[in-house]
């Protein structure tokens, strides 16, 4: 059993659309981290959430973290192929070290 | 940048070949990483060192070996390994504590042969 399920596991869509992607758990969290990952590189960070309720926005995207701390969404409005990568939720590591995960949400964005 | 390198971005080698991948992090943070990530499968995370302690190891096998001399340097040596360890490896590096971010290197495209 995965601690974030993220959904849906792939999504190809034409520039322009709007799309919203979700990381869900059933487990209290701290903060909340989105990584873009592009194919061959590293994952980069896009933000932390940090407070239950909590809306952070960057350019297009926009991300929410739940009211109570177990789940996120990333909406990205107006999609670009340059958004196109593999969007991958994370929580820790914190004190344990021991950061988590999910298996991401792999976009791709047509012309 | 990410303020984490990561060399050689690409490595080729045999089964029988022994070669080392390096990690260098100049955020001055105190925990380090390495994860493979292979196609269509998780992030997978391999070893955490922290203070130069390694503080986990994810049941990874004796032919792939870490070493963290320092805070700033991180290597992954390998050794007779199989066609299926080829992945992208990963590291990254973190403040550590009750930091929750991770901050990662461009990766190494292993294959084996």
């Known amino acids: 059993t995965q601690l974030l399920e993220q959904s849906p596991q792939f999504l190809s869509i034409q520039e322009g659309e709007n799309l919203t992607v979700y990381c869900n758990s059933s487990?209290?969290?701290?903060?909340l981290q989105w990584y873009r990952q592009e194919p061959g590189e590293g994952p980069v960070l896009l933000v932390t959430?940090?407070?239950?309720?909590e809306v952070k926005k960057l350019k297009r995207l926009t991300f929410q973290f739940g009211d109570a701390r177990k789940d996120s969404s990333l909406h990205i409005t107006a999609a670009q192929p340059g958004d196109t990568g593999l969007y991958l939720c994370?929580?820790?590591?914190?004190?344990?070290?021991?950061?988590?995960f999910g298996r991401g949400t792999s976009l791709i964005v047509h012309p | 940048e990410t303020g984490v390198t990561q060399t050689p971005r690409h490595l080729v080698m045999g089964m029988t070949n022994k070669k080392s991948l390096k990690c260098e992090q100049h955020?001055?943070?105190?925990?380090m990483y390495w994860y493979k990530q292979s196609a269509k499968k998780p992030l997978e995370l391999m070893f955490v060192?922290?203070?130069?302690?390694?503080?986990e190891n994810n049941s990874v096998p004796s032919r792939f070996s870490p070493e963290c001399p320092n805070s700033s340097h991180l290597f992954l040596h390998l050794h007779t390994l199989q066609p299926e360890d080829s992945a992208l490896y990963l590291c990254?590096?973190?403040?550590?504590?009750?930091?929750?971010?991770?901050?990662f290197g461009p990766g190494t495209r292993l294959t084996v042969l």
């Open positions: 060192y922290s203070l130069e302690e390694r503080v």
């Open positions: 994370a929580v820790g590591p914190g004190g344990s070290y021991i950061p988590t």
């Open positions: 990254a590096s973190s403040q550590g504590g009750s930091a929750d971010t991770q901050y």
């Open positions: 487990s209290v969290f701290s903060s």
């Open positions: 959430v940090v407070t239950g309720g």
């Open positions: 955020l001055g943070h105190n925990a």
